[in-house]
């Protein structure tokens, strides 16, 4: 920046450009000040203070380039540079029209023999917004501190209280870091004196070698699914699944353990029948009540065509069986009804658009833990197709020869409704064989009301109709 020529030229001993140049490096402003404190000369080291208008403060008293609170400060400055007293910094603000006051931080000095002072000033803006800067990061890291915390106390209440056992274990040592009092309890132990024992501790070998694959596994994908195994001390047997997660630069495994009861809190059903029904050719699938799938075999796995038992979890069995919603839903009114359904025939719908014509027989137990239903799903494609196959060949062709034998004798517009009734009547049949002769639901799967399915049985002679039997309200 430059600074205005003095009158004689020099400031002190230096010439004014040596000046100019030593105040530009030494400060953000520099001020050379008369006797009387009047500034005669401005030197900028600053962009900045360029854009507060510094330039206009020539010829004024420095007094007044400050606010009202900074004045006797500039007096103190000003007296300090005279004197041979001690020299201090101090904080003075310059107001501005953009905004905010300027802080600038200054020191007086006096040079030459006119009792000229040149005040060296540093702004404090930057200093000020690294403090606020400071500040907020500071507020920032507090907030996170404090909402870890609570997140903290959140995962340790649940953890405590939590019914199901959980076991945190180390991936790198596989000791136990931690235990809640639930899994202490299940393992005989106080959940303090689980920590730090290695794991798989105290089962048997074949459920050792299971538990390794198991952490395998979830190592490798990120979980393990259930899996039985059984303490070697009293053979009880337990369900166990563990997930791996991060924290801090190392892996831990979260194992839940749930202990295996059948249904009066006894032994819990023999592997062999599991084995059983995981590897029988016709589907077999359990739901909870409303026809969500808890699990399935291998067999219906194939038949829905997707690529595992977990992909059918949690999804309503409706998503793969039955024609219609009314189709499903006649099945499981059936089942809540008579506790139990056999040989419902049906389709099966695969997730990349086959069908199979199946039977299914299905039972409630309400009472189970959980409640749920069991169906067995058989494919009977063949069978359905060779029993269709033989019902076209004695009825279809029959009665087109029958409607053929009428052309010449009545109106196209005749022979178009004898065809319609024929078609009728065959869908009303087929309705009622599907919903074994349930009128209700076969009028729900026509899209009929009951008072007309009831006039259509009546017409077509359908159904073991009374000629007195009362046709309900619609």
Same mark, same amino acid.
């Given at each position: 920046m430059s600074v205005s020529t003095l009158p004689n030229g020099r400031l002190g001993s230096l010439d004014a450009e040596s000046a100019a140049d030593l105040i530009a490096a030494a400060a953000d402003v520099?001020?050379? %000040?008369? =006797?009387?404190? #009047?500034? +005669?000369? /401005?030197?900028?080291?600053?962009?900045?203070? %360029?854009?507060? =208008?510094?330039?206009?403060?020539? =010829?004024q008293p420095w007094a007044e380039t400050v606010t009202v609170e900074s004045r006797a400060k500039v007096e103190t400055l000003l007296r300090e540079a005279t004197s041979k007293a001690e020299r201090r910094w101090r904080q003075v603000n310059h107001p501005s029209s953009r905004g905010s006051d300027v802080p600038v931080l200054y020191s007086a000095v006096r040079v030459g023999q006119n009792g000229q002072v040149v005040a060296f000033g540093r702004d404090l803006r930057p200093n000020a917004q690294l403090q606020q800067r400071l500040v907020d990061a500071q507020q920032s890291m507090e907030r996170d501190y404090?909402?870890?915390?609570? #997140?903290?106390? +959140?995962?340790?209440? !649940?953890?405590?209280?939590?019914?199901?056992? #959980?076991?945190?274990? &180390?991936?790198? *040592?596989?000791?136990? /870091?931690e235990a809640n009092p639930a899994a202490g309890e299940l393992l005989g132990e106080n959940a303090?004196?689980? #920590?730090?024992?290695?794991?798989?501790?105290?089962f048997d070998t074949e459920s050792t070698s299971t538990i390794g694959l198991l952490l395998a596994r979830a190592r490798a994908v990120g979980r393990g699914d259930d899996t039985r195994v059984r303490l070697s001390s009293d053979a009880r047997e337990f369900l166990i699944a563990a997930s791996l997660f991060s924290q801090e630069n190392g892996s831990f495994f979260l194992v839940r353990l749930a202990p295996v009861r059948g249904d009066s809190g006894e032994a819990a059903v023999p592997r062999s $029948?599991?084995?059983?029904?995981?590897?029988?050719?016709?589907?077999?699938? /359990? *739901? &909870?009540?409303? =026809?969500?799938? $808890?699990?399935?075999?291998?067999?219906?796995?194939?038949?829905a065509q997707t690529v595992s038992e977990a992909q059918l979890r949690g999804e309503s069995l409706e998503r793969w069986l039955g024609r219609s919603g009314v189709d499903f839903s006649v099945l499981i009114g059936s089942i809540r009804q008579h506790g139990s359904v056999r040989l419902f025939s049906t389709v099966l719908r695969g997730e990349h658009g086959a069908t199979s014509d199946v039977e299914v027989s299905a039972v409630s137990v309400p009472h189970g833990e959980p409640p749920c239903l069991g169906f067995t799903i058989r494919d009977v494609g063949r069978r359905a197709a060779s029993s269709v196959?033989?019902?076209?060949?004695?009825? %279809?062709?029959?009665?087109?020869?029958? !409607? *053929?034998?009428?052309?010449?004798?009545v109106s196209l517009k005749e022979l178009v409704r004898e065809s319609t009734d024929l078609i009728e009547k065959l869908c009303i049949e087929a309705a009622l064989e599907l919903t074994r002769d349930n009128r209700a639901s076969a009028a729900e799967m026509l899209g009929l009301s009951r008072q007309s399915l009831y006039v259509k049985l009546r017409r077509y002679g359908l159904g073991d109709l009374g000629p007195?039997?009362?046709e309900p309200a619609t």
């Open positions: 520099a001020l050379v %000040l008369d =006797g009387d404190g #009047v500034i +005669r000369d /401005v030197a900028l080291g600053s962009e900045d203070m %360029l854009l507060e =208008g510094c330039r206009k403060w020539i =010829g404090w909402r870890l915390r609570h #997140v903290e106390t +959140r995962y340790r209440l !649940l953890f405590m209280s939590s019914l199901e056992a #959980v076991l945190i274990i &180390d991936a790198a *040592t596989q000791k136990i /870091v303090r004196k689980v #920590v730090g024992r290695s794991f798989p501790e105290g $029948i599991v084995k059983v029904m995981e590897s029988l050719p016709d589907g077999f699938v /359990v *739901t &909870d009540l409303e =026809g969500q799938v $808890i699990t399935a075999n291998r067999a219906f796995v194939d038949l196959s033989a019902r076209v060949a004695q009825e %279809l062709p029959r009665s087109a020869n029958q !409607l *053929t034998e009428l052309v010449g004798r007195d039997e009362p």
